[in-house]
């Protein structure tokens, strides 16, 4: 499987972004029971998780961004996404998209929020 991620940018404290996950040569059947998510890499930092979704139950946050990221999924799409709102300096990093599916990982997009 491929994920390729996009809608990362710049932007002012308190701004949002909505990034975006795509899964490419995986089938609807193997995409649909996996677990998508993001992680996130601050320089200087290791990387972090971020929050992940499965197709049941709720979805999953690391307490930094709860109440101020959704992640939600679009099977049909083979999509996940990141509507991230409230952003804070700290919250700039590089984001990649992970998936379950052989453990693979996006390319990761730059988020870069300035005060």
């Known amino acids: 499987v491929q994920l390729q991620a996009s809608g990362g940018g710049s932007v002012q404290v308190g701004g949002s972004l909505r990034l975006s996950c795509t899964a490419s040569g995986v089938i609807l059947s193997v995409f649909w029971p996996s677990s998508m998510g993001w992680y996130r890499q601050a320089p200087g930092k290791e990387r972090e998780f971020v929050a992940d979704?499965?197709?049941?139950?709720?979805?999953n946050y690391a307490d930094f961004v709860k109440g101020r990221f959704t992640i939600s999924r679009d099977n049909a799409k083979k999509r996940v996404y990141l509507q991230m709102n409230g952003l804070k300096p700290e919250d700039t990093a590089v984001y990649y998209c992970?998936?379950?599916?052989?453990?693979?990982w996006g390319q990761g997009t730059q988020v870069t929020v300035s005060s």
């Open positions: 979704i499965t197709d049941s139950g709720p979805p």
């Open positions: 992970f998936s379950t599916i052989s453990n693979s």
